[in-house]
């Protein structure tokens, strides 16, 4: 479907009207609507063009602009076209204002221009033009939009006086400053070619931004260009809007006109209801079904849209065009026949692959819509036999047929089947038109939806990568964890949270929140829990890890904020120790009598801040106690209090639960009612239990080379008191090996050894040598470097830290219990 557009201007205009009164009494004149490519040549022709220079579209498109629009020499740099003599008879420029239509043709200006050219022709009357043209940028060949009108048609058609036409001269001002300026912004799309909206909406925002088209009558009153649809004649073919009726069968040929104009508004009315329809939500199922339903019924009585799978899946762009092997998914389907017709043989959810010699193929391969006024029972049987178990016939033979393709940047991503029954009109070519542009809408709502898709899976691919997989079981407590994902767009937030094994048995339990949303807090996120793993792992103390942590975050840039709760968790002692900075409050709930309570702490500034003192706080437990650490994305909520979150958690927390899990689960129901939640919220829940004294032994030993058989002897000993008879012969091998080292290697008076007993058999080795050992290769005559060796092949776990002056090597092994010695 071709465009013309028309200008407003307002018959009979006086010195003495003003704009607003202009504008208001709109009328119309065709315009001229032409594109050129980076060559010079035309890429577009309207129906305006054609009227007012003659030339057909055929006759237009690929020839040098510089031989059809008014420009009065020949052009410079690449363009250099012919001289002004061609087929289309010769133009001569003997007047102008404003500046040459010749320097935005050549490339030689970076804004827009506009003048008036007065030309006659070979065969033509003398025509005055008006002319305004745009230089485009960006992305494809168009560089330059032109359009242009007729002044002699303001003083025949609109009944201004020659002194009036005389003194118009086209310009630009900024729309804003214009009357409606939102109606001429949303009708401006109307003035361009038929093109992608993607290019369509590119080429809006640069006319914006570079001026509105405007006639001037004088200094001080100015029309603006105000688009409206022209329309070709279709004789005999034309339908009356809605009635799918020859026009000719309904009026006299002198109101064909009007019939052909109301049955265009009608459609581009349907059109622009589609896309306000289309599109409520990134969603890509919902834009789907919101994309199939609109051709039904007004359009067409069936409906069903096919999409590659990676765009259904939310994958990155397919790559290549589609073939034989391209798996098809046939994602929905509207229609209005009887309830169940279609569902056997064309079902949703489908996958297919399309045989070649079908229009489906055809479509997809082409990337072009396909049409078939009739599917006769010869074609039908055709179409049919091209797949395998299925009659098609019944379905589409006697109706009409028309596949449009649903692209994106030139890809095809899907394509959509219409089709009517054989009591309606058959699709023509206005409505291959038509269904172009509804699938091109389509497909930029449907690529939109898909890149969400695609961005939202990243975010949470991303997002669970940073989040630790965190044991359920620890030396001495269970853990539970939850996090929910923000509403903002993207999803990816810097809420954290771990758990880290350290050495004695003491559990490390971290909460944090990077201010910010977003990849960038996200990547933060990440660099942070990492120091923080590396630092706990040392054996840092938690005042002295935030410092250290606040240090880091400073030297890494200053947008560096966050805050962050960590505490560590002794079993065999029964405490917590915690340090705070900047961060909500723990809760503790006891397990005697059920009660919870905030955990006041010392709280120091966020991270990041720099200059504040960290304090930690030391905490008695008792087994069965547990501690719920949070993000304040969970209690607080925009124009709430966060007092009143932090209540409903301590009241949630306390609630009693079947497990861990459950608890948890408790929390986030009774806190995650509020609508207005935007932000992310990690929650860590951990049940201290403690570790009995009896399964805990601990021996001071000399560091002598003779302790090492004694060491095997005290582990043996208590192992078979405990009843692990089958973990003795690998514990006194790793135990000898690790004490061997001790006193090989260490320094001190003593070498420690403690056992510990939980669901596995924890060995630590303890010295004053605080360099931490390595493993070796030991030559084929070597006498050492092949402990560590067996410790790492027969150990579940091992590993070595310092803290201070000391430190610490252990190793986990697996438990089977076994009889229990008396």
Not at 244 to 265: C, F, I, K, M, N
Not at 568 to 593: C, K, M, Q, T
Not at 655 to 677: E, F, K, V
Request: proline letters at 7%; one cysteine or more.
């Amino acid at each position: 479907m071709d465009r013309g557009t028309e200008v407003g201007a307002h018959p009979g205009a006086g010195a003495h009207e003003s704009p607003t009164a202009r504008y208001a009494a709109e009328g119309r004149i065709p315009l001229a609507v032409v594109v050129v490519d980076r060559d010079g040549l035309v890429s577009h022709w309207s129906t305006g063009a054609r009227r007012l220079f003659g030339a057909t579209r055929e006759e237009a498109l690929g020839r040098p602009a510089a031989d059809l629009l008014p420009v009065s020499g020949a052009l410079p740099e690449v363009l250099d076209p012919e001289p002004l003599t061609d087929a289309f008879g010769p133009y001569q420029m003997y007047d102008g204002l404003g500046p040459d239509l010749e320097a935005s043709l050549g490339g030689r200006t970076s804004y827009p221009a506009a003048g008036r050219a007065r030309l006659t022709g070979a065969d033509r009357e003398r025509l005055d033009i008006l002319w305004w043209g745009y230089p485009l940028i960006g992305p494809g060949p168009a560089r330059l939009l032109v359009l242009a009108a007729d002044a002699e048609r303001l003083k025949a058609e609109r009944g201004y006086d020659d002194e009036v036409v005389e003194r118009i001269a086209p310009g630009f001002a900024p729309y804003t400053e214009l009357p409606a300026p939102d109606d001429l912004a949303k009708r401006l799309p109307e003035v361009l070619p038929n093109m992608g909206p993607e290019l369509s909406g590119r080429i809006v925002a640069q006319v914006l931004e570079l001026g509105y088209p405007i006639l001037e009558f004088s200094q001080y009153e100015r029309v603006p260009v105000t688009p409206d649809w022209g329309v070709p004649r279709r004789a005999g073919r034309q339908r009356a809007a809605g009635t799918g009726t020859p026009a000719q069968a309904l009026v006299p040929s002198g109101a064909e006109h009007d019939l052909e104009y109301a049955a265009v508004r009608e459609r581009l009315e349907f059109l622009n209801e589609v896309s306000t329809g289309i599109g409520s939500s990134l969603d890509l199922g919902e834009t789907i079904r919101e994309v199939t339903s609109a051709a039904v019924p007004r359009f067409a009585d069936f409906a069903g849209t096919h999409l590659r799978a990676a765009v259904l899946a939310g994958e990155s762009f397919p790559d290549g065009a589609p073939d034989v092997t391209t798996v098809w998914h046939r994602v929905w389907v509207e229609h209005n026949d009887e309830p169940g017709r279609w569902d056997d043989t064309v079902p949703v959810g489908e996958a297919i692959a399309f045989p070649e010699h079908t229009p489906f193929f055809q479509c997809m391969s082409t990337g072009e819509p396909v049409l078939i006024p009739r599917i006769d029972e010869e074609l039908g049987n055709r179409i049919s036999g091209q797949f395998e178990k299925r009659d098609l016939r019944p379905l589409i033979t006697g109706r009409s047929l028309l596949v449009v393709p649903l692209k994106a940047r030139n890809v095809v991503l899907g394509f959509m089947v219409l089709m009517r029954r054989a009591d309606r009109e058959v699709f023509d070519d206005m409505d291959r038109t038509t269904g172009a542009e509804l699938a091109a809408r389509a497909g930029l709502v449907l690529d939109n939806a898909r890149m969400y898709t695609y961005q939202e899976n990243v975010a949470d691919t991303l997002q669970d990568s940073m989040l630790p997989q965190v044991s359920p079981r620890m030396a001495g407590c269970d853990i539970a964890t939850r996090y929910l994902p923000g509403t903002r767009l993207g999803r990816v937030g810097g809420d954290w949270f771990d758990s880290i094994k350290l050495p004695g048995s003491r559990t490390a339990l971290v909460v944090g929140d990077v201010m910010g949303h977003g990849l960038n807090s996200a990547a933060m996120m990440g660099q942070l829990r990492t120091a923080v793993q590396t630092m706990a792992t040392m054996g840092t103390r938690p005042a002295q890890l935030l410092r250290s942590l606040d240090d880091l975050a400073r030297r890494l840039g200053e947008n560096y904020l966050a805050t962050c709760l960590y505490a560590v968790y002794d079993p065999i002692r029964g405490e917590l120790e915690l340090s705070n900075a900047g961060h909500i409050p723990p809760v503790l709930v006891r397990a005697e009598d059920g009660r919870s309570e905030l955990l006041h702490l010392p709280t120091g500034a966020p991270i990041g801040v720099g200059g504040v003192p960290f304090e930690t706080a030391v905490v008695r437990v008792a087994p069965g106690d547990r501690l719920v650490l949070c993000t304040d994305g969970l209690v607080e909520v925009r124009g709430g209090d966060i007092g009143e979150g932090l209540a409903a958690l301590c009241e949630s927390a306390a609630h009693p639960a079947a497990s861990m899990d459950d608890a948890c689960d408790t929390i986030i129901r009774a806190l995650n009612t509020h609508g207005g939640r935007k932000d992310d919220v990690a929650l860590l829940m951990a049940r201290l239990n403690g570790i009995p004294d009896d399964h805990v032994a601990e021996w001071q030993l000399p560091r002598e080379a003779r302790e090492v058989s004694r060491a095997r002897r005290l582990v043996r000993d208590r192992l078979a008191a405990w009843g692990l008879t089958d973990a003795i012969e690998t514990a006194e091998l790793l135990v000898s090996e690790l004490v061997g080292n001790a006193v090989r290697h260490g320094a001190g008076a003593e070498v420690g050894l403690r056992l510990v007993r939980t669901d596995a058999l924890l060995c630590e080795v303890l010295d004053d040598e605080p360099a931490l050992p390595a493993l070796t290769s030991a030559g084929p005559d070597g006498e050492w470097g092949r402990g560590l060796r067996v410790v790492s092949r027969l150990a579940r776990e091992w590993g070595a830290s310092a803290s201070g002056h000391r430190k610490t090597v252990w190793f986990e092994q697996a438990l089977t219990p076994g009889p229990r010695h008396p």
